[in-house]
């Protein structure tokens, strides 16, 4: 007679040995199975007990089945098809990729391995199973498959009916004729659930996008686009019609480009709404750009600007006169300085006058004039007309030409302050910008306050964030070598005021560490993925700074025509930060993982080893 085969043990008995989770945190979590019928390790994860990670490997080594960690996966839309969404919804499977005749497909249950034969009857594949987390799984699975009338009834279903949302300023001569096309009531609810959805998910932007037999709903947050829904392709017409009729434009031109404005009063707050359309091959695609005065931070302290950084800013922007110019790519958070700076100098006694394009929020107290080139209101105009205004403080938002730059450099050695952007790399090589334009380096070197250069990268989410020792690839993509942070001229007040601010996750590392320590040896933190992240690992945006002050030694290498390098290598040594290096502090500090420090930063932007 044969002996039974040994029992499997479950999961959660497993989890409790290995002192993962509690008695009483896995009693809840049966509780929660009995109450919704959900599995044990699901609810673990979902009542934040235990790691979805640490249960995707207990289940791996249970089932002697290789594990997959899907936040750290991209999953090709075409694989995914491969297989039918009621299969996959109902056994919780996902196709992840193919090589040649072998399908991966990712399963939560080991025990519906069965499933796995429909696939392969299905696809004609041979199926290789792995085990991800199933929390994570659902919300891919739900991604892929969920139809867009299922997307659009989960997004309604989210939307509180009590949220009051009227359209304010609507002057639109189009409205009613095109009432009764676009007043149906799925139309302008899914529009005003999508508008107060990217709001409370803290979306910057929203983009509705046609293709041949779909329509496609994305949010930029945190800077990075992500896909919400797919509408029913047959509302696309009466879908843009409304955002047309709601931001006074034109709703039956289709064949170029429109800008309008929404003003949106949701609740108690009024939220402003920059609409762009643009005529693409299969419909027009409508881009709003979300600004919410609400979340306009206009203190740079909670951006992450270093205290010494921000003391030469507030200092440059406190004399009575010279230029300030901050710099950077679209998208890096120059406009909410410049508003920030404004904000701590707009006083009774000043006349602050700005030239935008576009003007994006209304700040009291400040005279600000919407750019319009088409009819000749140029930055150029503007400043001149300014110029006449008796203006104490002048903020043009961009300097594109030598006349601009001329003008300004102009105002700011005649007693004006000059607040702009421009667009370069750094800070010093702002300043050769300036000269390659044609300004005189002695004007340049006189008007010159200070230059700010930044980026935005993207927070470790502070829930999950967890510390890991950097491999080959990611010391030699950094370019450290067998630097220490003294090459990388820290010093004991940066590294201290460090230790200070270090994040939950990162303090307890912070006495190991001195000025000596190898870069590489430095532990850097990425999140986990959780349920406050959607399983990414980041959450929120963090500012990289760069602030060179004129000093009388960089004024004499200006009027010298010193290149970019000469003077950046001069700044360092008189104590700037470059990008690379605050990106480095911030790494340290536990707040931004180095992959965004080194994506956003340029190689070349710390000192080399000497």
């Known amino acids: 007679m044969t002996a039974p085969a040994a029992k499997t043990p479950r999961i959660g008995d497993l989890l409790l040995r290995e002192g993962l989770v509690t008695q009483e945190q896995l009693n809840k979590a049966l509780q929660e199975q009995r109450h919704n019928g959900t599995r044990v390790g699901y609810n673990l994860v979902k009542l934040g007990f235990v790691k979805e990670t640490d249960l995707t490997r207990m289940l791996a080594r249970q089932h002697k089945m290789p594990a997959v960690d899907l936040t750290k996966f991209q999953v090709d839309p075409r694989i995914a098809k491969l297989i039918p969404g009621e299969l996959a919804m109902k056994h919780s499977v996902l196709p992840l990729k193919r090589d040649g005749r072998t399908l991966t497909v990712a399963m939560s249950d080991p025990a519906t391995l069965s499933v796995l034969d429909d696939i392969k009857f299905i696809t004609r594949l041979d199926i290789f199973p792995v085990i991800a987390g199933e929390f994570t799984l659902r919300n891919a699975i739900e991604k892929f498959y969920a139809s867009g009338e299922a997307q659009m009834e989960n997004l309604l279903a989210e939307i509180d009916d009590e949220d009051d949302i009227e359209i304010l300023e609507s002057e639109n001569e189009n409205e009613l004729a095109g009432q009764a096309l676009v007043d149906e009531a799925p139309v302008v609810k899914l529009i005003n659930a999508i508008m107060t959805d990217a709001l409370k998910k803290g979306a910057s932007d929203i983009h509705f996008e046609c293709f041949e037999k779909e329509l496609r709903v994305r949010y930029r947050i945190d800077g990075a686009l992500q896909e919400i829904m797919k509408p029913p392709i047959k509302m696309r017409p009466a879908l843009i019609s409304r955002f047309k009729i709601m931001a006074n434009l034109n709703i039956a031109e289709r064949r170029v480009p429109q800008d309008g404005r929404i003003k949106l009063k949701i609740g108690t707050k009024v939220i402003d709404f920059r609409v762009s359309t643009l005529p693409t091959l299969f419909g027009e695609k409508v881009v709003l750009r979300i600004l919410d005065k609400g979340n306009l931070t206009l203190d740079l302290g909670t951006f992450g600007i270093e205290p010494r950084a921000e003391r030469e800013l507030m200092e440059a922007i406190s004399n009575p006169y010279g230029m300030v110019l901050v710099t950077g790519p679209t998208g890096s958070g120059k406009t909410t300085t410049l508003y920030s700076a404004l904000s701590k100098i707009n006083n009774i006694d000043v006349n602050i006058m700005t030239a935008e394009d576009p003007v994006e929020y209304n700040l009291f107290g400040i005279n600000q004039v919407l750019v319009r080139t ?60 300036l000269m390659d334009m044609g300004v005189e380096p002695f004007n340049v070197a006189s008007a010159l306050n200070l230059v700010l250069a930044q980026r935005l990268v993207r927070r470790v989410c502070s829930k999950c964030a967890e510390a890991y020792k950097m491999d080959k690839a990611e010391i030699s993509a950094a370019k450290i070598g067998n630097m220490t942070l003294r090459d990388m001229h820290f010093t004991d007040m940066a590294l201290n005021d460090a230790k200070v601010k270090a994040t939950d996750a990162a303090r307890p590392f912070m006495d190991q560490i001195t000025l000596d320590t190898k870069m590489e040896d430095i532990p850097t933190f990425r999140g986990k993925g959780c349920e406050q992240c959607d399983g990414s690992g980041l959450r929120g945006r963090q500012g ?67």
Not at 400 to 405: F, I, S, V, Y
Not at 409 to 414: D, G, Q, S
Not at 589 to 602: F, H, S, W, Y
Request: charged share 20%; aromatic share 4%; no cysteine.
């Open 544 to 610: 990289l700074y760069e602030v060179l002050n004129m000093t009388p030694r960089l004024r004499k290498l200006i009027m010298q025509s010193a290149g970019a390098a000469e003077i950046q290598k001069a700044a360092i040594e008189e104590g700037m930060l470059t990008l690379r290096m605050d990106g480095w502090l911030k790494v340290l500090k536990g707040i931004t993982p180095l992959d965004q420090v080194v994506r956003e930063t340029a190689a070349d932007s710390h000192p080399t080893h000497h």
């Open 374 to 433: 088409e009819i000749g209101m140029t930055f150029a105009a503007a400043l001149k007309a300014f110029l006449r205004q008796d203006p104490n403080i002048i903020m043009l938002g961009e300097i594109r030409d030598l006349e601009t730059g001329g003008i300004a450099i102009k105002a700011a050695l005649t007693g004006h302050l000059v607040l702009s952007t421009l667009h370069t790399n750094s800070a010093p090589e702002t300043i050769t910008r």
